[in-house]
């Protein structure tokens, strides 16, 4: 039995670096894609989640690989995009994803011991505040756009991402988040990255020193963060990063890299918390692990954390030596030609999966994406097009 747990987190986690690897790839999409051959391979469903998750765990840390080199990166990450391609223009790209590596991995490694006490208050705390959710949302928004300078500019997106999701959820369209979040995130950083073509420069592999005190402060700010959104729907790592930011005085781009890092682990190990305590995944990955594998029993929430530890580990180790290639061959790469083959790969994949209808979406999100790169507004405002679909859900 342990061996068999072992052998299916390892080939999660080489699945997982694959996903991580190729920009575009959502993990979902392979989640489903493995949920789907469930029943012609004859594996375990126990084992079939253990390895989803393993998948959802590998893919956080990888992730951050083609998001500081290609410029493509999930909602959950591309908030991230800034800061790393600074960095990766500095010829700092392995310091950037050293230091997301290892956000990722303290994130995890200080959730864990919470765990208990999130799990033993998170049922009471959840049924108290489930009639509120709407107006916490809309709250939540009103933040993020004051917070902004340009703030008529990032109304406009709010409401336009906003229709936009309404309109997309109301088409038959198959993996309808897919095209959309690599319209508004992908395609888009891609068609900009095109426009504002810049070779990159050699690129440096340095010491990276961290500082105690410091990452104590980021990391406190990420568990606050991550436990105001993780149990909210349509919240994730990008909005509970913007909070995490209001929580303090200006980050630097190492510590932002950190932060946003940290909390992407975080809230994935709250999905699951969430998933035993409220019945509820407020993560793609885990609820499809979930439609594989379900059981009540703590049991499992104790064996799928034990889990992420494992998994983590091994992928915390293969990033950092995959970001040493990267960083040898990057320089040799003409990266408009990556560009333009990126987008191509998307747009045949978004046509795949999702038919004509996808590709349509594709192109829409693409051009809002676009929107609040040229007038300098936080990204984050594109996720209206989860958030105000889900206001209305509760609402009406």
Request: aromatic share 12%.
């Amino acid at each position: 039995m342990i061996f068999e747990f072992i052998i299916f987190i390892v080939l999660g986690v080489a699945i997982g670096i694959l996903t991580g690897i190729l920009p575009g790839m959502h993990i979902n999409l392979v989640a489903i894609s493995i949920a789907a051959l469930l029943p012609l391979i004859n594996v375990n469903p126990l084992f079939a989640a253990v390895s989803i998750l393993a998948i959802a765990v590998t893919h956080i840390f990888v992730d951050f690989i083609p998001a500081t080199f290609l410029g493509v990166a999930n909602a959950d990450d591309a908030i991230m995009l800034l800061p790393a391609q600074r960095m990766l223009l500095d010829g700092k790209a392995y310091e950037a994803i050293f230091l997301a590596v290892a956000g990722c991995l303290f994130g995890i490694l200080i959730i864990v011991p919470l765990s208990p006490i999130i799990f033993a208050g998170a049922g009471a705390v959840y049924r108290n505040i489930k009639n509120l959710i709407p107006y916490i949302l809309i709250i939540s928004l009103i933040i993020l756009v004051v917070k902004e300078k340009n703030k008529i500019w990032a109304l406009i997106i709010v409401f336009i991402s906003g229709l936009f999701g309404i309109a997309a959820f109301n088409l038959n369209v198959n993996e309808v988040l897919f095209p959309m979040f690599s319209g508004l995130f992908g395609i888009s950083s891609l068609i900009i990255s095109i426009s504002n073509y810049a070779i990159i420069p050699k690129q440096f592999i340095t010491k990276v020193k961290l500082k105690t005190i410091r990452i104590f402060k980021i990391l406190s700010n990420s568990v606050f963060a991550s436990l105001l959104v993780g149990f909210l729907p349509g919240m994730g790592s990008a909005q509970a990063s913007v909070l995490a930011t209001s929580f303090s005085r200006r980050y630097g781009k190492r510590s932002y890299i950190v932060l946003v890092s940290a909390i992407n682990s975080i809230v994935m190990i709250i999905a699951i918390i969430a998933l035993f305590t409220i019945n509820k995944a407020r993560n793609g990955a885990v609820a499809i692990m979930a439609n594989v594998f379900y059981s009540s029993l703590t049991e499992y929430l104790v064996l799928f954390i034990g889990e992420v530890l494992f998994a983590a580990g091994i992928a915390a180790i293969i990033s950092i030596l995959l970001a040493r290639v990267f960083v040898k061959f990057i320089e040799k790469i003409n990266y408009k030609i990556v560009s333009y083959g990126l987008i191509l790969f998307i747009f045949l994949l978004v046509l795949f999966i999702s038919k004509l209808s996808g590709v349509f979406i594709l192109l829409i999100g693409a051009a809002i994406g676009i929107m609040p790169i040229v007038k300098k507004v936080s990204r984050n405002h594109l996720m209206a097009c989860l958030i105000i679909p889900i206001i209305f859900y509760y609402l009406l």
